[in-house]
């Protein structure tokens, strides 16, 4: 009997940041702009990459608002 596993995960990394107006709604922090990059990987090799921009909570991480 042979078994197949196959790992497919996503990868989310911060680019570049500037702080923004406003705080966050879960935990009261900060607010900064952020260019993101997500990466999907296939048993750990990427294949596929998504910039995109997003609003995110500098201290607990969360991401307000994104814009794709």
Known sequence: ???????????????GSK??????????GGASVADMKTATRFCYVPFYWKSW????????????RSYR
């Open 1 to 15: 009997m042979v078994v197949f596993c196959f790992l497919v995960d996503q990868k989310r990394q911060v680019q």
């Open 53 to 64: 921009r997003a609003i995110i909570c500098t201290f607990c991480g969360a991401v307000l």
């Open 19 to 28: 702080p923004a107006a406003g705080i966050c709604s879960r935990c009261g």
